[in-house]
């Protein structure tokens, strides 16, 4: 019969680098987690959930993302003098207190209208409106007016 010699020190070595090895695994998954909640959030911001949740069916079955549309609206807005507000004399916080009011109230009403936001920055608004809801109607024109 053959008899190892076990050495207890190195099975204590073996032991501290798992566990290490673990903890890092542990805080690598947490900061993993962090970022898709991140991401994930920013995803619903940027798209409506319907979209997403279609987008993800898509991906999950390997299938191309297709969607038509029988109409829709689509609103392109240079806000007037934003320029000249955005350039008033204010402290930074003052300035970062105005953008965070200005778009709150633009999506607002967004909101209220049922129109989507696609994109809104520095004084130009790009919104739709009858997408991704496919309506047969064209109530959208008068969403976005």
Known sequence: ???????IRKIKQIYLYLKA??????????????????????????????VVKEMRRCRETNTPYVGSYQSATVLFADLADFQRLAARDMSPFAYVRFLEAFYTRIAEVLESHKVNEIETAA?????VSGLPDRSPTTKHCSEIA
């Not at 004084?123 to 919104?127: D, F, K, Q």
């Open 1 to 7: 019969s053959v008899f190892a010699v076990i050495d």
């Open 21 to 50: 090895q673990s903890e890092r695994t542990k805080t690598t998954m947490k900061v993993l987690k962090m970022q898709n909640d991140m991401s994930e959030a920013l995803l619903f911001r940027m798209m409506p959930y319907c």
């Open 123 to 127: 004084g130009e608004c790009l919104v």
